[in-house]
């Protein structure tokens, strides 16, 4: 027997691997165990939540019902604040969805209204010492659709003064067909029959715009609004929306001063306006409330043209 290969055996080694890798096992499993076990516990730690039961989801405006709403397990962990809890169903019965939620949609708090909101409600907000007037306008003239409303606009006027014009509200030109009242404003022409510029509305809002069937174009945007996506997706693609989408008229809100200045050459037949855009440093631009839409009606518009 060779006695050095006996001593050259390290038995003791072997076992260590064995002791360590059994250690680490039993480690994972344990470790697997508490993982598993906290994971059956929070999932048995629920809180139950509203959400929407309709296949169909709610659309904008719908109010809230038995049948279209349902209570709804949720893990405590996944929970927040700004969740309707199920305990609150007799309280939230009837309210309304501000927009379209789809099918199993847990429901939070600013979703909902208490009323549905009034049309063309900006009328409602309106200043007692403001006045709305209807300007029919060239839609390609004032800037197409760049122009929205809430954009703040300039409006000039240009006729003519003389014998056979129109009724000039100063006429006291000087020969050199400078008004002597209103310096600011110079004839083109002889005193006899001059061209005129002026301001009329130095800086006043466009609150809303008309289209060719005198629709307000805001209120086509919050009626395709509430629609589910792909019916809102059908209807915007559509050769009908991108025409009732074209404007044909401004309502603006301006002073009894501004409105009453707009009147004098309302009637007239020897006159043209100039709309011009102002800055919108300062401005609320309705239509930035629909973004997306915005921009997918532009790209199917640019679409068409090509």
């Not at 007239?268 to 440093?281: D, H, Q, V």
């Amino acid at each position: 027997m060779d006695i050095g290969r006996l001593k050259s055996i390290q038995p003791n080694r072997n076992l260590f691997k064995k002791i360590l890798a059994l250690v680490v096992s039993i480690i994972v499993i344990v470790v697997s165990f508490l993982i598993i076990s906290n994971a059956n516990r929070e999932a048995s730690d629920t809180i139950d939540v509203l959400r929407v039961k309709s296949e169909a989801g709610l659309q904008a405006y719908d109010p809230l019902t038995e049948n279209n709403i349902e209570k709804y397990s949720l893990i405590r962990k996944e929970y927040t604040d700004d969740m309707i809890l199920a305990d609150d169903l007799p309280h939230v019965l009837n309210k309304l969805s501000k927009y379209y939620l789809r099918n199993k949609s847990i429901l939070y708090k600013d979703q909902l209204l208490d009323e549905r909101p009034l049309i063309n409600e900006w009328l409602y907000e309106l200043d007692y010492d403001y006045e709305v007037v209807t300007i029919p306008y060239n839609y390609l003239e004032c800037g197409g659709d760049v122009l929205l409303p809430g954009d703040l606009i300039r409006l000039r006027v240009t006729y003519e003064v003389g014998d056979d014009a129109i009724y000039n509200p100063y006429d006291s030109y000087d020969d050199y067909g400078i008004d002597t009242y209103n310096p600011d404003i110079t004839s083109l022409n002889s005193p006899a029959k001059s061209v005129v510029t002026e301001i009329i509305f130095d800086s006043i809002v466009v609150k809303d715009m008309l289209n060719a069937q005198s629709h307000s174009i805001y209120e086509i945007y919050k009626e395709v609004m509430r629609l589910d996506e792909t019916r809102r997706q059908e209807v915007m693609k559509s050769e009908d929306f991108l025409k009732s989408i074209q404007p044909r008229a401004l309502l603006l809100a301006g002073t009894e001063e501004q409105i009453n200045q707009y009147a004098k050459y309302h009637g007239a037949s020897s006159k043209t306006f100039l709309i011009t855009i102002l800055s919108r440093a300062n401005s609320n631009i309705i239509l930035d409330q629909f973004p997306t839409s915005r921009s997918e009606v532009e790209s199917w518009i640019e679409n068409e043209k090509n």
